[in-house]
T-cell receptor, first 115, second 111 residues
């Protein structure tokens, strides 16, 4: 069974540009969540999608957005990039967010560098 | 004050020692996760629990809901256990069930 796949793995952008990251969950998983990891702030929750609906959202500015498609694949977008957006962006999938089925399976992450 | 506090921040031990990492939280939760992150970034979920105790191989996780506290134990530690261990809680509340993370415990096991 294939794991969670994130693309691209590495990317470099300049300030003001926008970026789109993709996450393909484990087959059969309907919940996808996104996280930002930086040395200074650690892991922070961005948003969570279930069956194409955003269920929860973290405390990030509106430049950070996401969506989920009918096949459960998810994308996140960051517009007007700032230097502080440099981070490892992780996605995780689960069957659904419920107690018995909420175990998280993480992708390897997309490492974004903003110059 | 962070909603999730982990201790210790760093832990160095000899191979074979019994390891305990603690996690305290100050909010109502529906579940608590223990995660392991090796250098290079990959995160693996070790446990998800809402009550009692779970065991997987040499790893044991416990949670006390009344005391808002969880512990992760590693028996017969091995150098391959060297990693950052992260506690995360899923907040309780409709529409606000986001995952909140501790700052992690960096564990180093010396052969």
């Amino acid at each position: 069974k294939a794991g969670v796949t994130q693309t691209p793995r590495y990317l470099i952008k300049t300030r003001g540009q926008q970026v789109t990251l993709s996450c393909s969950p484990i087959s059969g998983h309907r919940s996808v969540s996104w996280y930002q990891q930086t040395p200074g702030q650690g892991l922070q929750f961005l948003f969570e999608y279930f069956s194409e609906t955003q269920r929860n959202k973290g405390n990030f500015p509106g430049r950070f957005s996401g969506r989920q498609f009918s096949n459960s694949r998810s994308e996140m977008n960051v517009s007007t990039l700032e230097l502080g957006d440099s981070a490892l962006y992780l996605c995780a999938s689960s069957l659904d967010p419920g107690m018995n089925t909420g175990e998280l399976f993480f992708g390897e992450g997309s490492r974004l560098t903003v110059l | 004050k962070n909603e999730v506090e982990q201790s210790p921040q760093n832990l160095t031990a000899q191979e074979g020692e019994f390891i305990t990492i603690n996690c305290s939280y100050s909010v109502g939760i529906s579940a608590l996760h223990w995660l392991q992150q090796h250098p290079g970034g990959g995160i693996v979920s070790l446990f998800m629990l809402s009550s009692g105790k779970k065991k997987h191989g040499r790893l044991i996780a416990t949670i006390n809901i009344q005391e808002k506290h969880s512990s992760l134990h590693i028996t017969a530690s091995h150098p391959r256990d060297s990693a950052v261990y992260i506690c995360a809680v899923r907040l309780w509340g409709r529409g606000n069930e986001k995952l909140t993370f501790g700052t992690g415990t960096r564990l180093t096991i010396i052969p």
